[in-house]
């Protein structure tokens, strides 16, 4: 089944403060990452939280509880070019045995004037 | 090069016909990975190289679907007999090493149209 949970789509203005949120579930825990993908291009890496608390980097900050499979990425000072996709990943198992970035189904963040 | 390079970037191919798709990791990543996009939809994993390790195939939706990495570089996903649902963003990653907590840098995808 799907390990991750996210919402499929958040709408906010410029300047505001938006939280996307993700709930994991895998058979073991690695850290949970975020990646940003603008439409047409790669995933790029935003951040990665390996023990619960806050990390902050300029305008992104992400959260995780682990003890509630549990993060969050939170987005201040919204800009128009934060208009993206936004993936909470994990390290799950694959059947074939490795631990490969497994990836959320993306949140699509739409930013308006 | 300074990141991981895909090619074709775009590829409309005949249903039936075979297509291979390139991607050139970061020099010295010994960690790669194929995945798929659908239109608005997540990544799916398909195929995992590390190293000069037996590749997890895993996440390959059928026996259409090969891969292979020659030199511990170079990856080359090949889809044979290719059919209208293969139609999607075939995208590529590499990693510096296995590590669980390491980054994987993506290239910008080959988009693939089979009509």
Redesign the interface.
């Given at each position: 089944g799907q390990s991750l949970e996210q919402p499929s789509e958040v709408t906010a203005v410029e300047g505001a403060i938006v939280q996307i949120n993700c709930t994991y579930q895998t058979s073991g825990f690695?850290?949970l990452?975020w990646y940003q993908q603008h439409d047409g291009?790669?995933?790029?890496?935003l951040s990665?939280n390996?023990l619960d608390g806050l990390e902050e980097t300029g305008r992104f900050s992400s959260f995780l509880s682990r003890s509630d499979s549990y993060g969050y990425l939170l987005l201040q000072e919204l800009q128009m070019k934060d208009s993206a996709s936004y993936?909470c990943a994990v390290?799950d198992r694959?059947?074939?045995?490795?631990?490969?970035?497994?990836?959320?189904?993306?949140t699509?963040l739409i930013v308006h004037p | 090069g300074a990141g991981v390079s895909q090619s074709p970037s775009n590829k409309v191919t005949e249903k039936g016909k075979d297509v291979e798709l390139r991607c050139d990791p970061i020099s010295g990543h010994t960690a790669l990975y194929w995945y798929r996009q659908s239109l608005g939809q997540g990544l799916e994993f398909l195929i995992y190289f590390q190293g000069n390790s037996a590749p997890d195939k895993s996440g390959l939706p059928s026996d259409r679907f090969s891969a292979e990495r020659t030199g511990g570089s170079v990856s080359t996903l090949t889809i044979q007999r290719t059919q209208q649902e293969d139609s999607a963003v075939y995208l590529c990653a590499s990693s510096p090493k296995s590590g669980l907590n390491t980054e994987a840098f993506f290239g910008q995808g080959t988009r693939l149209t089979v009509v």
């Open positions: 690695y850290g990452s291009g790669a995933p790029t890496f990665y390996a993936f390290r694959a059947s074939g045995g490795s631990y490969i970035p497994t990836f959320g189904r993306g699509s | -």
